[in-house]
């Protein structure tokens, strides 16, 4: 039988949400008839680069200075290998560029796939980019994919024809690990008083700043407990120079890139995420699958609530008011068999999305 290759373009594959979102999917999909190969734009060895490989997919860096120049190389590696007959974009905007790129090669199949709501940029030019970013994505997809409503409605102004795939994760591998790892911050840290933890890449959008706002007032308010930042990016220095400055040093650890999440989720009190804008986050369909009740922006797209009682949205212009939620009275977690309900109700299945995925790749 021959194997069908599908290429998917990404930046790198770090434990982000797009990525983290494609391994619990490639982790179940029958390899011998679906493999996925990764086109990089970095030479860096990514997180999941190593089990990539022992899975049997591969890793392709294209290195170039600009998307004009990655979008030739890329055009140029696709007619050198004219069995990738799937090209599978996750870029969001830049997702054009690589549509234009399979489209000049001839690839039949270009599926653009939609992870945000948001680019978050705001100038004349980066809209002029944004307005011809939409137009080519809309034009030149074969197939339009969202791991939500309005990520499908950002991207590609409607529903219509965009094939909704939610961000699965692996539930009943989660929560057996959950189960396991009740104290297990208590374990690795021995801190005392209230966890609260953020999941996310260092950067603006992620909302950082506010955090520190948050820890900020819980100290004021002489409240023993720990916020522990999980993640890296571009913002990690000033973030780390900004607790020193706020004499938070005793409150706010930096874990940097892990490969417990679960872990640390499990034994949270809470998570909390003060982004500016999100799609569709895996890290808050993992938080409700382990049970953690997450304090989320109100500029989160409202799907992410699988009625669990475990999602609590706020807006991001008062501290205040999202440490009067840290400090309020908690309610009982909702028990396993109503999570998993919930989960397979709204399509978070990685087991059953890979199947459901791996059938319309064989279709194509």
Request: proline share 3%; net charge neutral.
């Amino acid at each position: 039988m021959t194997i069908q290759r599908v290429l998917h373009i990404v930046g790198k594959m770090d434990r982000a949400g797009a990525e983290t979102m494609l391994m619990n999917l490639y982790r179940h999909i029958d390899h011998s008839q679906i493999q996925f190969d990764f086109i990089t734009f970095t030479d860096e060895v990514g997180d999941y680069d190593a089990e990539i490989i022992a899975l049997g997919g591969r890793i392709i860096p294209i290195l170039a200075d600009h998307s004009l120049a990655r979008m030739w190389k890329l055009k140029n590696f696709l007619k050198q290998h004219p069995d990738y007959q799937i090209v599978h974009a996750h870029m969001l905007l830049n997702n054009a560029f690589h549509l234009l790129a399979a489209k000049g090669a001839g690839v039949p199949h270009r599926i653009s796939h939609s992870h945000s709501t948001s680019n978050g940029k705001t100038n004349i030019v980066k809209k002029i980019y944004e307005q011809w970013a939409f137009i080519t994505n809309r034009k030149l997809a074969t197939d339009k994919m969202s791991c939500g409503e309005q990520a499908a409605h950002y991207l590609f102004g409607s529903i219509k024809d965009v094939w909704l795939l939610p961000n699965a994760v692996d539930i009943q591998q989660m929560m057996t690990v959950a189960n396991q790892s009740r104290q297990y911050i208590d374990q690795e840290f021995g801190d005392e008083g209230l966890k609260i933890i953020q999941v996310g890449r260092l950067n603006e959008v992620k909302n950082h700043q506010f955090s520190l706002e948050v820890a900020e007032q819980l100290k004021k308010r002489q409240i023993a407990f720990t916020l522990y930042i999980v993640g890296q990016g571009s913002l990690d220095m000033r973030l780390r120079q900004q607790v020193a400055d706020k004499s938070l040093l005793d409150t706010v650890k930096f874990l940097g890139m892990r490969t417990d999440i679960t872990e640390l989720m499990a034994s949270a009190d809470y998570m909390i995420m003060p982004s500016l804008h999100e799609g569709f986050p895996v890290v808050l369909v993992e938080s409700q699958t382990v049970g953690l009740k997450a304090l989320v922006s109100d500029q989160v797209s409202p799907e992410v609530d699988l009625g669990l009682g475990l999602v609590q949205f706020l807006p991001i212009h008062s501290a205040k008011d999202w440490v009067d939620c840290l400090l309020a009275p908690k309610q009982p977690k909702p028990n396993e068999k109503d999570i998993t309900a919930a989960l397979n109700l709204y399509g978070f299945s990685a087991a059953t999305n890979a199947q459901i995925l791996m059938q319309k790749y064989l279709s194509m």
